[in-house]
């Protein structure tokens, strides 16, 4: 039989099968595209997510909900030689400016911003409750004034006076007192002639209620007044806006200058007026919130009294706080003492604005949320901003004068911590900050940390005023608190860890640097000599010894809200383990703790026609950074982790007080004399600033512990109860003649003179001086 042959398909029906194949694989493909697609804007969409993480709030439930309204106006402008201003977003500010009409040239001879360039010989709040009043002496060679303000008890009014003495007889002197908003849309401002000699401002807003703002003049010689009403954009720029409005007259015999008695076209933002006389004279400024002009008078007898009741209620209450008479201090000390606590509780500012944020998910700058900060500066001349790790040493000293006013501060700063846990290290938030910052310092990056000294404060708060702190109303803000305390410790532990289980690590060093030593800033300690060649493998016992620090306040804390603190007793147990430390940071050819990474000390910069070139003249290797000793390497000492009785702390006991390493008379330097980076340029244009230099905040740290140990058993107790002793009158006596020879508090001090170096003045952890001198650790 023949077998049968098979079928074949016919053409229309291979067509159909290809036509079904086709679709299945169109299908298919348009599937594939559809993920595609998907996938693209599920990751568009994620890369949105994590570039908003960074300005997104940790809570729209905020710590500062209210304050107390004896707070609502203040000195809160530290950055100018003497103003208030109002608690608000859009505040309400009230300044000073002066000059002598016979030598204006330019805007550089109007006194308002403090700038060191103005080389005055003394300016600083000498006494300041940072509530009710406040008493300053500005020395401006030949003439002097004195500032002060007076609170009334009910809130409704302050007056403020400027005393000027000291002035020659034939020579004038104009102050020029203004009220004002940052632009128009904040509020309006209108000067009214009254029927005597003085002009009244009035101030409305839909944020602040109506105010009136009247003078007042002793003023024996012959008194020119004159007023003006204008417009300008940002408190920045109020000196130059005002000074174009000043006027000269000249008839042949006499000079006036004046303001032009003018107003701009529709609302203003600017009300100033300017008093110009021969000698001395005082003049008077009263705020007020009725606005019935009858109502403000003023009276000079009466402002006078009240303000020498204040002075002397004041100089009790210091005396009872800090008992430095029963100590032994004499008047001249202890009134040195009230000008460092003053000037720092005077320099508290108010700002309102965002920062210029960056992540590493953002490719450019992006403005964090809008807020307010409430927070005490480093130097009202330099840094008049805040800055996180100078905040928790500011604190210290706070908290002690005014436990309410400290909280309040610390509560602002954590309203400012985005969802992740990272605070911004600088806060610059308005016009007037911002124009005191080079660029370059503007943007801050959310990898970068700074050092955690809240967790110092906190642990002091705990310690010193457990019972104060159970009161209702603090004890719900201190509940409120820890979570955000509980995401910041966290946040740490994330991004700051190294490679090693245990360690920590910096973030924000560059290895592409054209330094001979890159900056760790994020330390705090910004020159202090590390690794030469930055990478992840570095181990920072500084950071190191915080977390300890931070996980030993995070259990008292979680004890304290009746929390469970389980997870951190675990860290706190593994990070004070003296073992645990010795195999991380110990180096055995020193028998010191110090940082790990991979270093030489043989860098050095070539200086070309047109580049500069980084020579690293010896291979680098993994190992401690023992050869430059120093603050860094106190840490373990400084957290009182060391046992009492091991050679280690014999070590740090010889090396702190050996002339050739780390002891002055002065106070312990930063960086030990034998280190190849002591007092040495990191470039050309970079001059040293930790490598030798003395700084209080790290001598407060060290006569802390000293004071701890000289009461622990061991064989080194007397040693350091010796060491203690003598240099905690080195550090106090130094300050005192600088401060005598001065008439300021220095950034840090020289350690081979003892003079003042850095900035000034520096009353912002400088004032950590008044705690040394009470023995307030």
Same mark, same amino acid.
């Given at each position: ?458 642990? /002091? ?134 940082? /790990? ?24 290797? /993994? ?155």
């Amino acid at each position: 039989m023949k077998p049968k042959s098979k079928k074949l398909p016919s053409r229309r029906v291979k067509i159909a099968a290809e036509n079904e194949n086709g679709t299945e694989w169109r299908k298919i493909g348009f599937s594939a595209v559809v993920l595609v697609l998907m996938s693209v804007v599920i990751a568009f969409i994620y890369q949105g997510y994590l570039e908003t993480r960074v300005i997104t709030p940790f809570s729209s439930d905020k710590l500062v909900s209210g304050y107390d309204q004896s707070l609502h106006w203040g000195t809160y402008r530290p950055g100018v030689y003497f103003g208030l201003k109002t608690r608000e977003s859009r505040p309400l500010s009230v300044g000073l400016m002066w000059f002598h009409p016979d030598k204006l040239r330019s805007l550089t001879d109007i006194r308002h911003n403090c700038e060191i360039s103005d080389n005055l010989d003394q300016y600083g709040w000498l006494l300041h409750d940072g509530r009710t009043f406040g008493y300053q002496e500005i020395k401006d060679n030949p003439i002097l004034l004195k500032t002060s303000f007076l609170r009334s008890k009910d809130n409704n009014n302050w007056i403020s006076k400027i005393d000027i003495s000291k002035v020659n007889t034939h020579r004038k002197i104009s102050l020029i007192m203004y009220v004002a908003f940052d632009s128009i849309e904040d509020g309006s401002v209108t000067i009214q002639s009254q029927a005597s000699k003085f002009p009244e401002i009035q101030t409305t807003s839909f944020y602040t209620p109506s105010t009136s703002f009247s003078f007042h003049s002793t003023t024996v010689n012959k008194l020119d007044v004159s007023y003006v009403c204008l417009e300008t954009h940002g408190m920045h720029k109020i000196k130059e806006a005002i000074a174009t409005k000043i006027a000269v007259k000249n008839d042949g015999q006499n000079i006036r200058y004046y303001l032009l008695n003018q107003a701009a076209e529709g609302n203003c933002s600017i009300g100033a007026v300017m008093f110009t006389f021969k000698g001395s004279g005082s003049i008077f400024m009263k705020m007020s919130k009725n606005i019935d002009s009858t109502k403000n008078s003023i009276n000079p007898e009466l402002y006078d009294t009240q303000l020498k009741e204040s002075i002397n209620m004041f100089a009790d209450r210091f005396e009872s706080t800090f008992s430095l008479n029963a100590k032994g201090f004499n008047q001249t000390e202890i009134k040195f003492a009230q000008a460092a606590m003053s000037n720092l509780i005077g320099g508290i500012g108010y700002f309102y604005g965002a920062s210029k944020v960056k992540s590493e998910h953002n490719k450019d700058p992006v403005s964090y949320w809008k807020a307010p900060l409430y927070t005490a500066v480093p130097s009202r001349s330099f840094f008049p901003r805040g800055f996180l790790w100078d905040e928790g040493f500011h604190g210290l000293l706070i908290s002690t004068w005014d436990l309410d006013i400290s909280l309040d501060i610390l509560m602002h700063w954590f309203d400012l911590m985005n969802t992740e846990g990272w605070i911004p290290r600088e806060q610059i938030l308005d016009s007037e900050a911002l124009s005191k910052v080079p660029d370059e310092f503007v943007v801050q990056n959310s990898v970068n940390a700074n050092p955690p000294t809240f967790f110092l404060l906190l642990k /002091y708060l705990l310690k010193t005023y457990r019972t104060e702190l159970l009161e209702q109303k603090r004890y719900t803000r201190m509940v409120k608190l820890y979570p955000r305390i509980q995401t910041w410790y966290q946040w740490f532990n994330r991004t700051q860890l190294g490679t090693m289980n245990g360690s920590y690590r910096w973030r924000g060093r560059n290895p592409e640097t054209l330094e001979i030593n890159p900056k760790t800033l994020t330390s705090g300690l910004d020159d202090f000599p590390r690794a030469s060649h930055p990478d992840d493998q570095e181990r920072h016992v500084d950071l190191y010894c915080w977390m300890q620090l931070a996980s030993h306040v995070m259990v008292e804390f979680a004890d304290f809200v009746e929390k469970n603190n389980d997870h951190y007793k675990d860290t706190y147990d593994r990070l004070t383990n003296i073992q645990f430390l010795d195999e991380l940071h110990l180096s055995d050819k020193t028998n010191s703790y110090a940082d /790990y990474g991979l270093h030489t000390d043989k860098v050095a910069l070539r200086y070309l026609d047109d580049r500069v070139v980084r020579e690293v003249k010896e291979k680098p290797e /993994y190992n401690y950074i023992y050869s430059s000793y120093g603050y860094v390497n106190l840490f373990p000492f400084l957290m009182e982790l060391i046992p009492a009785d091991s050679t280690q702390l014999l070590t740090v006991l010889t090396n702190i007080r050996d002339s050739n390493i780390l002891w002055t008379e002065f106070g312990i330097r930063s960086l030990s004399k034998t280190s190849p980076f002591y007092m040495k340029s990191n470039t050309k244009d970079d001059p040293p600033y930790w490598r030798g230099q003395i700084w209080i905040n790290i001598n407060y740290m060290i006569l802390s512990a000293l004071k701890t140990y000289s009461h622990r058993q061991g064989p080194y107790q007397k040693q350091a109860a010796e060491i203690y002793s003598e240099l905690r009158q080195n550090v106090i006596r130094n300050m005192f003649n600088q401060y005598q020879a001065t008439g300021y508090l220095w950034e840090n001090y020289n350690d081979k003179t003892g003079k003042g170096r850095g900035c000034y003045p520096f009353t912002g952890w400088s004032a950590l001086v008044v705690l040394i001198m009470a023995e307030i650790y």
